[in-house]
């Protein structure tokens, strides 16, 4: 079974202050992975895919890198409006078009 | 760019009432679309998916139905609700491309009371 683990649940950081959430996923053969943003009472925002081990995608203050086990999404020099819960999902070789999401994590930068 | 729209944004309905949730996509033709509910605090879960009018896929059988009348109308139903049908509902949709990532709506809080 397909499994999609982020950690950690919640972090809190002040403005300027760098750090990584962390994406462990289980899959037969991997796809892709996904990045969402999901602010409160929205829908998520697409952020980045990722399709193999190596790979990084940037946007700016944030990269997502991908390996064989686990992608990290690195935040550098946050700022309050970077505060969302950040998603990730996978899609599996034998799962179609399915996509296994994470449980989230929520990001709170403090000014 | 396609454009999810859902409606409403909020509601709020007694227990055994029915329930009707649009959902309407703009910018692309023939996309497969998808219901998905997010309790609070959790990840997303897949109710349906669609891959064309009338085709409808059931992740997790439930109280609830989906309906696609139209190639960019998806719409989820229920004849009566349950306490337990509250919470945050998501329509997304994607191009047809493997590995195209999904597009979501704003979504529909529903409390059932």
């Known amino acids: 079974e397909d499994q999609v683990t982020q950690s950690p649940e919640a972090l809190r950081l002040q403005e300027g202050e760098s750090s990584s959430l962390n994406c462990s996923y289980t899959v037969s053969g991997l796809r892709g992975l996904f990045w969402y943003r999901q602010d409160p009472g929205k829908g998520p925002e697409f952020l980045f895919t990722l399709y193999s081990a190596g790979e990084e995608k940037e946007k700016e203050r944030l990269k997502a890198t991908l390996t064989k086990k686990e992608s990290f999404l690195h935040i550098t020099a946050p700022k309050p409006e970077d505060s969302a819960t950040y998603l990730c999902?996978?899609?599996?070789?034998?799962?179609?078009?399915?996509?296994?999401f994470g449980g989230g994590t929520r990001l709170m930068v403090k000014p | 760019s396609q454009t999810i729209h859902q409606w409403p944004a909020t509601l709020v309905q007694p227990v055994g009432s029915p329930l009707s949730l649009e959902c309407t996509v703009e910018g692309t033709s023939n996309p497969n679309l998808y219901w998905y509910r997010q309790a609070a605090g959790r990840g997303l879960q897949l109710l349906f998916y669609s891959v064309g009018i009338g085709q409808i896929s059931s992740e997790v059988p439930q109280n609830l139905s989906a309906s696609r009348p139209q190639d960019r109308q998806f719409i989820l139903s229920s004849k009566k609700l349950l306490l337990s049908d509250s919470g945050f509902y998501l329509c997304?949709?994607?191009?047809?491309?493997?590995?195209?990532?999904?597009?979501f709506g704003n979504g529909t809080r529903l409390t059932v009371t």
């Open positions: 999902a996978v899609l599996a070789n034998n799962a179609g078009n399915m996509l296994t």
């Open positions: 997304a949709s994607e191009y047809r491309d493997k590995g195209s990532p999904l597009h």
